[in-house]
């Protein structure tokens, strides 16, 4: 499971596009605020580009007892996060997760799974209107496995509040890749989520 792979709660979703800075030095600095997991996601680059950021960021997450999850990887990784409809890998992975949208199936003997959207959010305009916490408390309460609010938070307030809501952590895209403070954020979220 994810608790035992990390006990870090707040897990951030890497987007080069909104970043002020290079990846890797914007993640030195949110560091700079308690550690959390990193996904590295940004499909939108090549393998070996992705690769590259991922050698770059595994020393930062080793470092503060992080964990890097890789987001849908043509090759075999120890961490991986799949898509709502890709294919699990032949060989499982030390930790596995998947996003899951209302109304989609969710597959038990995943590590973890991410819930969205919560909020309203632009990153997630096919996915439906946003749950709310009513739809987060019953999710949670449905399945045994650990649950990952995503979508729409970029404060602390809504990540106290699901956390209340029985998500086991929280995820964050925007609200951390374009800080221009980023640890500040980082740290205001991590009080959020273990002040719960």
Same mark, same amino acid.
């Given at each position: 499971?994810?608790?035992t792979?990390?006990?870090?709660?707040l897990?951030?979703?890497?987007?080069?596009?909104?970043?002020?800075? !290079?990846?890797?030095d914007?993640?030195?600095?949110?560091?700079?605020?308690?550690p959390?997991n990193?996904?590295?996601r940004?499909?939108?680059?090549?393998? +070996? #580009?992705?690769?590259d950021? #991922? #050698?770059?960021?595994? !020393?930062?997450?080793?470092a503060?007892?992080?964990q890097?999850?890789?987001?849908?990887?043509?090759?075999?990784?120890?961490?991986v996060?799949?898509s709502?409809s890709?294919?699990? !890998?032949r060989?499982?992975?030390?930790?596995?997760g998947?996003?899951?949208?209302p109304?989609?199936?969710? +597959?038990?003997?995943?590590d973890?799974?991410t819930?969205?959207?919560?909020?309203?959010?632009?990153?997630?305009p096919?996915?439906?209107p946003?749950?709310?916490?009513r739809?987060?408390?019953?999710?949670?309460?449905?399945?045994p496995?650990?649950?990952v609010?995503?979508?729409?938070?970029?404060?602390?307030?809504?990540?106290?509040?699901?956390?209340r809501?029985?998500?086991?952590g929280?995820?964050?895209m925007?609200?951390?890749?374009?800080?221009n403070? !980023?640890?500040?954020?980082v740290?205001?979220l991590?009080?959020?989520?273990e002040?719960?």
């Amino acid at each position: 499971m994810i608790v035992t792979a990390s006990r870090q709660r707040l897990l951030v979703i890497t987007d080069t596009t909104q970043c002020g800075r !290079p990846l890797v030095d914007q993640i030195k600095l949110a560091l700079q605020g308690g550690p959390f997991n990193v996904l590295l996601r940004d499909k939108h680059l090549p393998w +070996d #580009a992705r690769q590259d950021l #991922a #050698a770059q960021l595994t !020393p930062l997450m080793v470092a503060h007892d992080a964990q890097l999850i890789v987001s849908d990887p043509p090759e075999q990784c120890e961490a991986v996060h799949l898509s709502a409809s890709a294919q699990r !890998p032949r060989r499982r992975p030390a930790l596995l997760g998947r996003s899951v949208h209302p109304g989609e199936v969710v +597959d038990v003997s995943l590590d973890y799974v991410t819930y969205s959207p919560v909020y309203p959010t632009a990153s997630k305009p096919g996915y439906g209107p946003a749950v709310g916490l009513r739809g987060l408390r019953e999710f949670c309460r449905e399945y045994p496995i650990p649950v990952v609010a995503l979508g729409g938070i970029t404060g602390p307030q809504q990540a106290r509040d699901c956390r209340r809501a029985g998500a086991w952590g929280v995820a964050v895209m925007g609200a951390v890749m374009s800080a221009n403070e !980023p640890h500040t954020v980082v740290a205001g979220l991590r009080e959020a989520i273990e002040s719960r």
